[in-house]
């Protein structure tokens, strides 16, 4: 039976690390068969954060021993708002009954270092359990 993770975005501009109010933050997860489901789609609020997002994930029992399929589920996180560059975060791992707490650097449009209309792309590697 699936358990339950969950998961907070925080956005914030780059160097400042200012909250991002009003960023569009998707969250994904791969399907078995293959694409991507979508998880859930909100705004972030005034201090930059989302609402508690659930996310579905294997039995806490998985994560206990290295013969047992991973403990985790992996999503992808996209953020995007019209004055900054997009970020996408693979592979963040989300476990069973813990919150996980994304933060998401934007670069304002036309900064250093991207160009204009650049998405910054980053990989999370798995966890060493």
């Known amino acids: 039976m699936p358990s339950t993770g969950f998961l907070k975005v ?4 780059s160097r400042a690390e200012l909250p991002v109010a009003g960023a569009v933050v998707s969250v994904s997860a791969a399907r078995a068969g293959g694409g991507r489901e979508l998880l859930n ?3 972030t609020d005034e201090s930059g954060m989302t609402e508690l997002i ?6 806490l029992s998985n994560s206990l021993s290295p013969e047992l399929p991973r403990g985790w589920t992996d999503v992808q996180i996209a953020a995007s ?3 900054f560059d997009g970020v996408v975060s693979r592979d963040v791992q989300i476990f069973p009954s813990v919150t996980t707490i994304q933060t998401l650097r934007l670069v304002p449009r036309g900064g250093m270092p991207t160009d204009l209309g ?4 980053y990989t999370t590697p798995p966890q060493d359990l």
Request: glycine share 0%.
């Open 81 to 83: 708002h019209p004055d």
């Open 41 to 43: 789609v909100q705004r």
């Open 54 to 59: 659930s996310v579905p994930t294997p039995e």
């Open 118 to 121: 650049e998405t910054e792309d």
């Open 10 to 13: 925080q956005t914030l501009t």
